[in-house]
T-cell receptor, first 115, second 114 residues
């Protein structure tokens, strides 16, 4: 079974600065997808960024980028120019490329933005 | 495009009572998921439907939890009888069928069992 580990329960960053959230995972599969989701107090999970394991290029979405290290099974999220609206819980998630499409989540990192 | 709708938003019940949650997925999404998110943890899949068939219910406590998806659209998750440890947020999500698809989540139902 796949597992996802987020070792930082809480992180904080000054507004406009850069912060990196860590995630490691364990799998025996070679094809899979990795995701970062944001969960604000409204509780709705919002997809921030996704990475296909077969792609060597790191995914980017505006101020959000990932550092995907397949051999190390590491998938960190970098948020540049942090904004107050980035404050939320961030969850790393894994999904197999085969079989059903269920997501396996980590325990989350609470990100606080300091004005 | 309307998102995934869930109701109620909040529910407080006493232990041993019954409760039901409702989910209406995004139109056209054949796959529907129910996740349980206990405070301080990430969401855990309870059950996954494709149309009105069950794909995965391996983590569903079947002695007290049940779910159905009649006509392959709306879904209901029921707990009977509830225990204190069932206090959690119950998230519904939906997606198209296929490898390269995205799951869209509703705002969840926060259940408190006292």
């Amino acid at each position: 079974a796949q597992t996802v580990t987020q070792s930082q329960p809480e992180m904080s960053v000054q507004e406009a600065e850069t912060v990196t959230l860590s995630c490691t995972y364990d799998t025996s599969e070679s094809d899979y997808y990795l995701f970062w989701y944001k969960q604000p107090p409204s509780r709705q999970m919002i997809l921030v960024i996704r990475q296909e394991a077969y792609k060597q290029q790191n995914a980017t979405e505006n101020r959000f980028s990932v550092n995907f290290q397949k051999a190390a099974k590491s998938f960190s999220l970098k948020i540049s120019d942090s904004q107050l609206g980035d404050a939320a819980m961030y969850f790393c998630a894994y999904r197999s490329a085969w079989g059903n499409e269920k997501l396996t989540f980590g325990t989350g990192t609470r990100l606080t933005i300091i004005p | 495009e309307a998102g995934v709708a869930q109701s109620p938003r909040y529910k407080i019940i006493e232990k041993r009572q019954s409760v039901a949650f409702w989910c209406n997925p995004i139109s056209g999404h054949a796959t529907l998921y129910w996740y349980q998110q206990i405070l301080g943890q990430g969401p855990k899949l309870l059950i996954q439907f494709q149309n009105n068939g069950v794909v995965d219910d391996s983590q569903l406590p079947k002695d007290r939890f049940s779910a159905e998806r009649l006509k392959g659209v709306d879904s209901t998750l029921k707990i009977q009888p509830a225990k204190l440890e069932d206090s959690a947020v119950y998230l519904c999500a939906s997606s198209l069928v296929g490898e390269n698809t995205e799951a869209f989540f509703g705002q969840g139902t926060r259940l408190t069992v006292v």
